[in-house]
């Protein structure tokens, strides 16, 4: 299903930056959240972003790895901790995360 049409000065609201994951931690909590620790650059700094892919990826999968980011969403109560965030990745019969070229700087804006 195709959302509704927007407006360039709707998407521009977006910020939507280039993270590189620091750290991968598996909160007892959760069966299927991966908490992650993303660098964004000296502008950003870190942000702790939760996404629940656990089922399908590990900290290898993940660590050291540039992906996208939307950094502008409302802070999230995930279980017992909050998300700074939201992983982007394609969405099928599982997500499918989104590596980026290591030539691209941490924290660079997408648009």
Same mark, same amino acid.
């Given at each position: ?8 000065d ?8 280039v ?19 993303? $660098? ?8 702790? @972003?939760?996404?629940?892919? !656990?089922?399908w990826?590990? =900290? #290898? $999968? ?8 939307? @950094?502008?969403?409302?802070? !999230?109560?995930?279980?017992? =901790? #909050? ?29």
């Amino acid at each position: 299903m195709i959302k509704n049409t927007i407006g360039y000065d709707t998407f521009e609201q977006l910020d939507l930056r280039v993270g590189k994951v620091i750290r991968v931690d598996t909160p007892e909590w959760s069966k299927k959240l991966l908490e992650l620790t993303v $660098d964004f650059g000296e502008e950003v700094g870190q942000r702790t @972003i939760f996404s629940g892919i !656990k089922a399908w990826y590990s =900290a #290898e $999968d993940l660590i050291d790895r540039l992906f996208p980011f939307l @950094i502008n969403l409302a802070p !999230k109560k995930m279980g017992e =901790a #909050e998300s700074q965030g939201m992983m982007l990745m394609a969405d099928g019969d599982q997500p499918v995360v989104l590596p980026l070229s290591s030539t691209i700087s941490v924290g660079s804006v997408l648009r």
